[in-house]
């Protein structure tokens, strides 16, 4: 019995906190380096570790890094338990240091290329001495005399090349069957231990040379075929780690006491940063000002409130609910942990559709499908000529492979949301990819989606603004993400701020706190309880000591070819939904609007969430795009929810892409590309059946040897991915350069 090995060191406090995530009470967030992930089928295996323990919550693959997120009760469960329950599936995590993610990954590339070279030897050996029968040396006396070590000699060349490739798949074979999952590693086990038993038979019993050839070939192509897709996935499937990266999202840093936005990816540990309501802790962090109330749903999935104390660490991903928080670095941020957690798949309602469902689903019946034709072909030979039985069965076993399909979606998709990154648009996956190209409805807010908030004047009608006022009105403003409130503050142009108290806010209503020991409302009329007389345009009040003081009137002004926008995408159904009440903004969309278009104003976050699923249930395929805090549970609801902002200062985990705000004119074209790459992927699945269909019917006839169909095999792979890159390529030539 294989020795387990000893993971006690992870329970000692230090480790653990270099390792782990996220820790509470009750439940901790880690990530492990696994380097034997490598395919679907250890994706499958991990990301339902929830079944198969009862104190895991939930599991997360990042494919392209190998790393696997863990949400588990640790009050139940030590850290140590979890890697040693990680090991005994077959899925040993890689533990050795800080820096272990580069070392280990070319660590395992060079056994995968020591597995090769020993390969490559073995197959070109066993080729040489396989050719004189294949030039028909049998009349030849010196041969016959001395057959016997040509054929035991590539007997034992094999050995390596059949332990390396039982090494490889057969653990994942017996992992497959014990979850009831039919995965690729079963008809290779048993072909390879077939081909290989029978091929010794052949040659103990003087019946044959065997079939040490087609072995050794199968093998060599295969790791081949292998190295080919790591670099693929590194390469062209891994665009999370590439355009993640550079997101222009921003963050704001204190530097010499005064606030600066710079891009997160430029955030470094030991910065100071000021983080507002609904914001998102981007990295590790200690608490320096402020009251932190934080929702840790972005993590754990559960939105109960967690106060903390200065001094004390926050983690990254948690979201503050409340007043402006200065936080101080303690770890460099890290851009894969961020997109791990925007990728989680606790927004379950936005089911795959239908090209990875029929992948997905294909792929889970391939083999069960290709060992019946296999038997049936066994069969069928046996009763024709004996002699081509294991040819047959072999060849069938070889030719076919799903993973050219199984690839289509994601190379398609994938390339097609690096090109939409390097035009401001920033999809959140493949899965997302695809829904955006059954988009019927298109939904817009108004205000800072459609409307230019750098352009719009604002003017304060009431009282006369003293300084004091303005401070007091600035420091309440200060705390608060919605673009209203941003605007105002900016023209405030207040320096020097109030300590707040009670602060509390009101998604798309608005906002409280108690400032100089006196109470100060801002929001919409409705909020604070008054009535005005320029209800038809957009305004925000304000109170000051129960009183109300006044109010900011702006002028909208609309973005810079917005007519163009909408005329692009008159094919769609275009709803506007705006909590404003300007009727003089209503008539003037209407004029710009396809005719059939909906226009709804006075409409709260939770109206706008209820008419998304009123559309939804007559059938209706959505896309809303709108502000990612705003309008957060009308995102969430939607296929497709599109955050939208000038300089985004936050991830938002109810979105599923975000826009660049002056990229908002190519939506059409997105829309358009989106659903040219779902054609695509189809063609690529007709090439693929097409290529596996004609290798069965020669494999099956007995027009195929097992050492050609090693050949093919991999050829299989390489026509899916050149397509797909050339035509992705040659689509995003054509309608985004």
């Not at 209820?610 to 249930?617: E, L, M």
């Not at 000038?646 to 590309?673: G, H, R, T, V």
């Not at 596996?692 to 040897?705: E, Q, R």
Request: with cysteine.
């Amino acid at each position: 019995m294989k020795k387990t090995e000893n993971f006690d060191f992870l329970d000692d406090e230090k480790i653990e906190e270099k390792i782990i995530d996220f820790k509470d009470k009750n439940i901790t967030f880690v990530r492990f380096f696994i380097p034997s992930i490598y395919c679907s089928s250890c994706i499958s295996v991990l990301e339902n570790l929830s079944n198969h323990h009862k104190y895991i919550l939930e599991s997360t693959v990042d494919f392209s890094n190998k790393k696997v997120g863990i949400i588990f009760k640790n009050k139940n469960l030590k850290l140590s338990e979890l890697a040693v329950f990680l090991e005994k599936i077959g899925y040993k995590p890689s533990i050795n240091s800080e820096s272990i993610e580069d070392n280990q990954e070319k660590i395992f590339d060079r056994k995968l290329i020591g597995k090769l070279a020993i390969s490559f030897f073995c197959f070109g050996n066993i080729m040489l001495l396989a050719i004189p029968e294949y030039v028909g040396a049998y009349e030849d006396v010196w041969f016959l005399e001395n057959r016997y070590f040509f054929r035991y000699l590539m007997g034992i060349l094999s050995f390596p090349v059949v332990l390396f490739s039982l090494m490889d798949h057969v653990k994942y074979a017996l992992l497959g069957l014990k979850k009831h999952i039919f995965n690729m590693d079963i008809p290779i086990t048993i072909g390879i231990v077939v081909l290989f038993l029978w091929s010794c038979y052949e040659v103990f019993l003087d019946l044959g040379s065997g079939y040490f050839d087609s072995l050794a070939g199968f093998s060599f192509f295969l790791l081949l075929s292998r190295m080919f897709q790591i670099h693929t996935h590194r390469r062209i499937l891994s665009f999370d780690k590439n355009y993640k990266s550079f997101y222009p999202i921003y963050v704001s840093r204190i530097c010499n006491n005064k606030e600066e936005k710079i891009l997160l990816s430029s955030l470094k540990k030991g910065d100071l940063i000021a983080i507002r309501n609904e914001e998102i802790i981007p990295a590790d962090s200690i608490l320096i000002k402020g009251i932190a109330s934080l929702d840790n749903s972005f993590i754990t999935g559960e939105s109960h409130l967690i106060n903390k104390k200065i001094g004390e660490r926050i983690y990254a991903g948690s979201k503050q609910k409340g007043e402006i928080i200065y936080l101080k670095i303690i770890k460099n941020i890290d851009q894969s942990y961020l997109s791990l957690l925007w990728n989680k798949k606790k927004f379950h309602h936005k089911k795959l559709l239908h090209l990875n469902s029929i992948s997905n689903r294909f792929s889970q019946y391939f083999t069960p499908i290709i060992l019946m034709i296999s038997i049936i072909t066994g069969i069928y030979w046996s009763f024709i000529n004996v002699s081509k039985v294991f040819q047959t069965i072999f060849s069938v076993l070889i030719i076919t492979c799903p993973c050219a399909l199984v690839l289509s979606s994601p190379l398609i998709f994938g390339n097609i949301i690096r090109f939409f990154s390097k035009k401001g648009f920033y999809v959140k996956d493949v899965f997302t990819m695809e829904r955006i190209s059954t988009i019927q409805t298109l939904i817009f807010d108004k205000t800072g989606t459609l409307t230019d908030p750098n352009k719009e004047k604002v003017f304060f009608i009431g009282k006369k603004l003293r300084h004091k006022e303005k401070k007091i009105i600035a420091s309440l403003l200060r705390n608060s993400n919605h673009p209203l409130s941003k605007k105002i503050f900016t023209e405030l142009s207040i320096k020097e701020y109030y300590s707040i108290n009670n602060f509390h806010e009101i998604i798309g209503q608005g906002m409280q706190g108690v400032i100089q020991n006196v109470s100060v409302k801002i929001g919409s009329p409705k909020y604070l309880g008054i009535t005005i007389n320029n209800w038809k345009e957009t305004t925000v009040a304000v109170s000051i000591n129960e009183k109300f003081f006044g109010y900011f009137l702006f002028r909208n002004f609309y973005r810079k070819g917005i007519k163009e926008i909408f005329k692009n995408l008159k094919k769609y159904e275009i709803v506007i939904l705006s909590g404003d009440n300007n009727e003089l903004e209503k008539k003037y969309l209407e004029s710009i609007l396809p005719k059939s278009s909906k226009i709804f104003f006075n409409q709260s976050p939770e109206e706008k969430f209820n008419y998304v699923k009123k559309i939804q249930r007559n059938g209706k395929q959505v896309m809303m795009i709108g502000d990612g805090i705003n309008d957060y549970a009308a995102l969430n609801q939607s296929e497709v929810g599109v955050a939208i902002s000038e300089n985004p200062s936050n991830f938002f985990p109810s979105c599923d892409a975000f826009i660049q705000s002056n990229y908002l004119d190519k939506i059409f074209l997105f829309l358009k590309i989106s659903k040219i790459a779902t054609r695509l992927v189809i063609v690529n699945f007709m090439i693929s059946l097409f290529y596996n269909g004609i290798g069965i019917i020669f494999a099956v006839t007995g027009h195929l040897k097992p050492f050609i169909a090693a050949i093919l095999m991999p050829l299989s792979s390489l026509s899916v991915i050149i397509f797909s890159i050339l035509s992705t390529w040659m689509v995003s030539r054509r309608f985004l350069s």
